[in-house]
Antibody, heavy 118, light 107 residues
């Protein structure tokens, strides 16, 4: 069974940093692209960042470019999101997602809440 | 970037009703379209992939159709557990954008 477990969320002041982690199990992690999707309170889903299976291709939404860094460790079956210079508008539940198939189908973790507030 | 537009944004219906939600892409995305159901406080759950393939374990009252730019999600006979928010998502090109969501409420 595919399992994705996020951790690292919490309360941080504007300008601060957090590192999110996603532990994957139940599939061959190194075979799949992975991504982070966020959902602000009461809002819809926003694609934040993604990374190819070998880390050769990275994507960032304009809203986080230059502040967030995605990475992965295939030996540890883990995905990461380093978030710097956090802003109020980064407050959201952050979901780790496995990308599968030609249609970019997503399988989701349970999410971790990031709150940016002074 | 590809824009995804869902309609309606909200919908009131009764148990047993047939419901259709539409999703339109700003350019052709072939059949690279997925549908998700989200309940409050929970992660989205995959219902339909590749526009019309039913995810394992999802009830057969859910179906998807379409290709190119226009897609539909149909629930043939609403059950109480189907009241939730539904999102479409294109997997044609990065960023994998989502529709704004359709909130399905009990009438």
């Amino acid at each position: 069974e595919v399992q994705l477990v996020e951790s690292g969320g919490g309360l941080v002041k504007p300008g601060g940093s957090l590192r999110l982690s996603c532990a994957a199990s139940g599939f061959i992690f190194s075979n799949y692209a992975m991504g982070w999707v966020r959902q602000a309170p009461g809002k819809g889903l926003e694609w934040v960042s993604s990374i190819s299976s070998s880390s050769s291709y990275l994507y960032y939404a304009d809203s986080v470019k230059g502040r967030f860094t995605i990475s992965r460790d295939n030996a540890k079956n883990s995905l990461y999101l380093q978030m710097n210079s956090l802003r109020d508008e980064d407050t959201a539940v952050y979901y780790c997602a496995r990308v599968a198939g030609a249609a970019g189908t997503l399988h989701w973790g349970q999410g971790t809440l990031v709150t940016v507030s002074s | 970037d590809i824009q995804m537009t869902q309609s309606p944004s909200s919908l009131s219906a009764s148990v047993g009703d047939r419901v259709t939600i539409t999703c339109r892409a700003s350019q052709s995305i072939s059949n690279y379209l997925n549908w998700y159901q989200q309940k409050p406080g929970k992660a989205p759950k995959l219902l339909i992939y590749d526009a019309s393939s039913l995810q394992s374990g999802v009830p057969s009252r859910f179906s998807g159709s379409g290709s190119g730019t226009d897609f539909t999600l149909t629930i043939s006979s609403l059950q109480p557990e189907d009241f939730a928010t539904y999102y479409c998502q294109q997997g044609y090109s990065m960023p994998y954008s989502f529709g704004q969501g359709t909130k399905l409420e009990i009438k």
